[in-house]
C-alpha cells in the first residue's frame, strides 16, 4: 500500500529507518516510531494522503520544524513534513495589513520580508528564527511580545484546509446570515457548521464553557478546543462581530483540519528605538512580587530568568557574551523592554519605568540596556530552553507543567503553592517565564530513564494541575496539550466540556486520522519515552574522550530537540551549513545528533558504529564545528563525527580516497621534493584529471600547488633585517603552511619581526587531516608527539602563534580528547592563539601602534574560517585589520565557505559545497568592487573562494605585510 502510495505523490515518501529514526521525536521527552515521513510537493499530494489515511485508518501527523515541547509532532502513523516544499509568502494586501502564507514560511523570515512594507507579524517565540507559522497557528504560539501583540490565534484571519473528506475549504469570518448559509450545505463542510451550531446554542453548553474553561482576562489559554473564543458573537452570543472558526482551529494541534494557506492580520513595524531595564533579585518571591507594579509601565518585553538557566549561559561560548549585563549571582532577573519612535519618549518611558524599579525596593541592581545590546539580551532569553540541555548526566529539566498560565493578580500565591509542592517532592524546580503574561515555564529535574522519576512524573504533573485548576488557569498557555498534558484536560476544564471537545473532533474527523491521540483521546503521558526506562545503559567505549559528557551516548542525548540548527542562512551564525544547502532534517545537527542515539541505544550489532544509517547522516556534516558553540546544548557533531568515522572503519575498512587525505601532508612533503613536477601534473588536464578522477576528487576543482621553502634561512633573514624590541613567541609553522600557502609563513615572519618581535619557529603537523577523515590513532600519535615538543615552550611562559584555524585550534579542542597528560594539555591550550588573537591582545595593550602602518586608504571584507566563529571569535580578525588608520573593514555575514577541508573537493559533495557557498559568501564577495580586499584566515576558505569567484583572497597576516611602512 505504501509502495503504491509512494508512486502516486509528486513528492516524497520514506519507509527506511534512518528517516523513521529521524521523525520519531521532536523536542518533547516522547519518541514513536513513523509508519512513514511524507515530503508532500503539492495540495494534491496532501489530499491523496488523506483518502490515503481515512481508507487505511491511518494517522496523519502535520509537522514544520519539530520544535513543539509537548509532543505534537510525534506519532504512529504518517508524519507529513510541510517544512521542505510549503514555504510561499503568497501576497501581501497593504491596504488590510494582511499576509498569505503557506505553513512551512519561517516567523522571522517572513517579517524580514515584510519590513519594506512597514508591517510585522508580532507573535514571537524563542523558536521565532526556524519556527514556522503553521506549527505558530497549531499551537497558538504567543512568545515574549504577546503582551503587546496578543497570540498567534488573534491574527489568523482565514485558513485554508483539507477536511477529513479529502475536500479543500476556507474557514473565515462569517456573518450569522453567512454561518446558516454554510449549514444548509449538502457536504460535509456543512455538517461541521451545522454541528457545531447544535452544540453552541445550547445554553447549559455556553454556561459550562463559562463555568469551567481558564479565566478569560488569561489571553494564554490553549487547553483543549477554543470552544470558549465562539461564544461572544452574532452566532452564539450577543456580540455583534461574525464568528470565525480559525479561533477554533488555531492551538487544535492539527487534530481538526490539515491547512495549506493561511492569511494574517499584521501591525506596524514595531518602534524602532527600544531600551531595557534588567531587574536583579537576591530571591525568586522579590522577583515575583515585582511583576504587577512593573506591568503598568506600557512594556513591550516582561521576561524572567532564574539562577539555574542563567548558569547553563556560563558553558555556552555564544551565550557567554551576552551575558554581559549580569550583575553578580542573582536568583532571579526581569528583562523589561520598552519602545518608542522618539528618543525623548522612550526616556520618558525609561525614566517611568527605574521609578516604579526604585519605589518596589525589591532589586539590587537594574542595568539600563540599549539597541544592539537589548537583542543580545533577548538572545540570551531565547536561547534558554535549548540552554537547559547543558546539565550533565540524565537528570534535565523535563518539559510537563512549563506551560502554566495564570492571571498576573495570582502569581506571586501560584508560585509559593507550586513550591511547595517542589519542596514536597524534593525537587529544585527551574523558573523560566513569560512573567508580564502569567505564564512559567516552570520544569522539574527528572531522570526519565529511571522509574521512580517516571512516577514523579505523572505525579507533579497531576499536582500541578490541580493547583492551575484551583487558581481558574490555563494549563497549556502556549506549548500546547500535546501527549504530556492532554490526559489532564477533563480536570481541567470538566468532563462536560471534555465530551463536548470529543464530539466537536468526531465532527471534523469522523474517522480519527489527524494527528491522533493528542487533545481528545489522548495517549499516556507517561509512556512512549524516549528512553527505555530501567533500561540497562549501554557502555559504548570510544577512542576519544567523551567524559564531559559523561560518554558519548549522553554527548548525543544532550540534543534536546530545540531545533535551533533549522535556522536558514537568511539568520545569522553558520550553523548548520548542509541543513542550509538541502533543508532536510537528516542533514541538521538535531538529525545527526538523534541518529546517532538511536543506534547506539538499540543496534544489535556489537560495534554499535557500524551502521549504514550513521554513515549517511553524518556523511553531508562539513565539520565546521559551528554546533559546539551555536547549539545552545554544545552537541559538537564534528566530534562526533570524527569518532564514528573512526569506529566504523575499524569495522570496515579505511577507504582508498580517506587515506590519500588523511595522509595528505606526508604526500605533500613527498611531492615539495620535486614541485615542479608535482604542480605541472596537478595543472595537466589528462594528469591532473586522471589524478582527481582516480581519487575520487571533483573534476571542477583545482588542485593546490606544492612548495619547498627553508623557513629557518627566511627568519635568519628577516632577523638580519629588523631590531628586536619586544617579547619572544613561537610560530607554528602547520602542515599547510609548511608546503601549500608557503607565503603565509614568509609574511607572518616578516611582520613578526619588523614589528619587533623575536621569533622561533615550530614544524609539526597538526593532525587535522587525520582527525576530519577519522584516522584517530594517528592524530593522537600526532598530538601526543606535538604535545611533549610544546611543553618546552609553555614552560617557559612563551606564545604559541599559529596561521591556519583548523590547525592551531586543534591544540584547544580536540587534543584535550586524546587522554593526554592534564597538566601539559591545559597549558599548551592556554598558550596557543591564531595570530591575529595574538596581535589583537597586542594593540589593545599598545605594543602595536596604527603609526607602524600606511594611511592609505583600503577597503577590506573579511571571511573568517569556522573553527575560529566556533572556539574563538571574529573580531580580532576585525581588530586587527581595522588598525591601519584608513581601511575601511567589515565582517562578510557569510556562515560556513563549504570547502571544509577535503569535504568539497570529493565529488559526490562537490555540488552541496559549491551550494553553501552560493548562499551567501559568493554572492557577497561577487559584490564587492575589484579594489576590494577579500581576507579569509583558512586555506579551504581561500580555496573556495577562488574556485566559486575567482577572485583571490589574502590571509589577513598578507594584508598587514602590505600594510607595513
Known sequence: MLNKLKQDLEGELFTDKLMTTLYATDASVYRKMPLAVAYPKTESDIQKLILF???????????????????????????????????????????????????????DELNQFLEPYGLFFGPNTSTSNRCMIGGMVGNNSSGTTSIQYGVTRDTVVSLKTFLSDGN?????????????????LDSFEGEIYSNIHKELSNKEIQQEIIKEFPKPQIHRRNTGYAVDELLNNSVFGDGEQGINLCKLLSGSEGTLAFTTEIVLQLTQVPPKRSAMVVTHYKTLEDCLMDVAPLMANSLHTCEMMDKVILDCTKNNRTQLANRFFVEGDPEALLMLEVKSDTEEDLARQLEKLLQTVKASGLSYASPILKDGDVNKAIELRKAGLGLLGNIVGDRKAVAC???????????????????????????????????????????????????????????????????????NGSFSGEHGDGIVRAEFIPLMIGDKNYELLKRIKTYFDPHNIFNPGKIVDAYPMDESLRYEVDREEPEIATMMDFSDSQGILKAAEKCNGSGDCRKTHKVSGAMCPSYHATKNEKDTTRGRANTLREFLTNSEEPNKFNNKELKEVFDLCLSCKACSSECPSNVDVATLKAEFLYQYQEENGYPLRGKLFAYNTSLNRLGSKVAGITNAVYDSKFLGGLLKRTAGVATERSLPKVFKVDFDKELIKAKSQATKTKSKLVLYIDEFTNYLDVELGRDAIEVLTRLGYEVELFYGESGRTYISKGFLKQAKKLATKNLEQLSVFTDKGLPIVGLEPSAIL?????????????????????????????????????????????????????????HQKSISNQKVTFDVLNLPQNYSVSIISSGCCGMAGSFGYEKEHYEVSMQVGELKLFPAVRKAAADVIIAANGTSCRHQIYDGTKRKALHPITVLKEALL
Open 168 to 184: 479543500k475549504v476556507e474557514f473565515k469570518t462569517l456573518s450569522l446570515n453567512e454561518y446558516l448559509g454554510k449549514m444548509a
Open 401 to 471: 507543567i512549563e506551560d502554566t498560565a495564570v492571571a498576573l493578580e495570582d502569581l506571586k500565591d501560584f508560585i509559593g503553592e507550586f513550591t511547595q509542592i517542589m519542596k514536597g517532592y524534593g525537587q529544585d524546580a527551574v523558573y523560566y517565564a513569560h512573567a508580564g503574561a502569567g505564564e512559567l515555564h516552570l520544569r522539574p529535574i527528572l531522570n526519565l530513564k529511571k522509574s521512580a522519576d517516571v512516577g514523579l512524573f505523572r505525579d507533579i504533573t497531576t499536582d500541578v494541575a490541580k493547583l492551575t485548576k484551583k487558581y
Open 810 to 866: 586543534s591544540f584547544r579542542d580536540e587534543y584535550k580528547r586524546f587522554g593526554l597528560d592534564n597538566g601539559k594539555m591545559e597549558a599548551v591550550a592556554a598558550n596557543s592563539f591564531l595570530i591575529e588573537e595574538f596581535l589583537a591582545k597586542e594593540i589593545q595593550l599598545g605594543h602595536i601602534t596604527a603609526d607602524q602602518f600606511t594611511t592609505e586608504a583600503k577597503t577590506v571584507k573579511i571571511h573568517t574560517h569556522c
Open 53 to 107: 489515511a481515512r481508507d487505511n485508518k491511518v494517522g496523519l501527523i502535520p509537522r514544520t520544524a519539530g520544535t513543539s515541547l509537548a509532543g505534537q509532532c510525534v506519532g504512529d502513523g504518517i508524519v507529513v513534513d510541510v517544512s521542505k516544499n510549503f514555504t510561499k509568502i503568497l501576497s501581501v494586501d497593504e491596504e488590510k495589513k494582511q499576509v498569505t502564507v503557506q505553513p512551512g514560511v519561517i516567523r
